[in-house]
């Protein structure tokens, strides 16, 4: 008996043996010494910004790519942030899976940079870092941070709707704009039913697209279409640094004695986004006429002589016939063309 409990006890220290032998290699695997950051290389650290060289290569990055201890996919992102300010405010960038190098224009680090709100025609000082990441399990691992001084200039930028409600034609995509470039874009689209799906693109092209992880949320050169999620005019607003977009009604048309629909219902007109302003054709008869926001009484312009006033007089349309419409809610007057 002794002997079969020395045997059991010898055999309890081997299995006990054994497993401590497979905690420390899985200790091994797991432990950050394994992990090598990316190396990000700059070929500059100082840079001026110009409408001048906005077509101009700028900046080049190099990358000596992250090492796991393991084969798998990184996903690499470049980190734009303020110097000293720890990436709370943070402009990312999706490094194509494969590039150990990429390369800015003028236009595109100026955008970048402008998004973190900094002043134009002045320097500022950033940080750069690579963010490396497997998945949501393994935490991401940081390069070393690289810096860069640079000044911005002030520049209007342009997204470009392409989808159903035009058709999917590149050239009629509606333009969503960007007064100070600082990464937050609003546009107005009508979307007829069933034509709800779009992407945005930087240029009237398909090199380069957002497009939707899920409502609400935006992804650059990945995700599925975009869906509005009503059919309608909308206000689109997107934040290309928080990468969200957002959407609200907003319409204004005509109403009154001259409108086809009378004063039962609005004639819709629709938002030229380049110009910034409100058109309509439409057959008009004599009578009057106001202007009203999302079909409602809650806010309505009339006027007279081609200005404007909140809650003013009906306007007066003399002689029936075609009417080119335009609503200026910037400089605050309207025109009647009869053609």
């Known amino acids: 008996m002794k002997i079969l409990h020395y045997i059991g006890m010898i055999l309890t220290l081997f299995v006990v ?3 401590c032998k497979k905690d420390e290699t899985q200790a091994r695997l797991s432990t950050e010494d394994a992990v090598k950051a990316a190396v990000l290389t700059l070929d500059k650290t100082s840079l001026t910004l110009s409408k001048e060289n906005a077509g101009d290569t700028v ?8 090492d ?18 720890n990436f709370k405010t943070v402009k990312e960038v999706v490094v194509p899976s494969g590039r150990t190098a990429i390369g800015f ?3 595109e680090l100026n955008g970048y940079l402008l998004a973190l709100g900094v002043p134009t025609g002045e320097a500022s000082e950033f940080d750069i870092r690579l963010k490396s990441s497997i998945n949501a399990k393994i935490a991401a691992v940081y390069s070393v941070l690289s810096g860069l001084k640079a000044s911005p200039y002030a520049s209007t930028s342009y997204l470009y709707a392409i989808g159903a409600y035009e058709d999917w034609v590149e ?3 509606e333009s969503l704009i960007s007064p100070t470039s600082n990464g937050i874009y609003t546009g107005i689209i009508n979307f007829p039913e069933g034509k709800l799906t779009f992407k945005l693109t930087p240029e ?3 090199s380069n697209s957002y497009g939707e992880t899920e409502p609400g949320k935006i992804v650059y050169n990945g995700g599925q279409d975009i869906k509005a999620p009503r059919a309608g005019s909308l206000e689109l607003e997107v934040n290309t640094t928080a990468n969200t977009i957002s959407y609200k009604d907003h319409s204004w048309g005509i109403i009154g004695s001259a409108t086809p629909k009378g004063w039962d219902s609005d004639t819709d007109m629709k938002f030229d986004n380049t110009n910034q302003v409100w058109k309509l054709t439409v057959s008009l008869t004599a009578g009057e006429i106001k202007f009203r926001k999302n079909h409602d009484w809650g806010t309505n312009f009339g006027g007279a002589n081609g200005s404007l006033l909140a809650g003013g007089a009906n306007i007066a349309v003399a002689l029936a016939g075609t009417y080119d419409i335009v609503l200026d809610l910037n400089a605050n007057t309207y025109t009647l063309t009869k053609k």
């Open 17 to 19: 043996f054994q497993s």
């Open 59 to 66: 900046l080049h990055l190099s990358l000596v790519p992250a």
């Open 68 to 85: 796991f201890g393991f084969q798998a996919a990184v996903t690499n992102v470049l980190q734009f942030g303020l110097k000293g300010d």
């Open 105 to 107: 224009t003028g236009y």
């Open 171 to 173: 050239a009629n995509a």
């Open 204 to 206: 009237r092209n398909w």
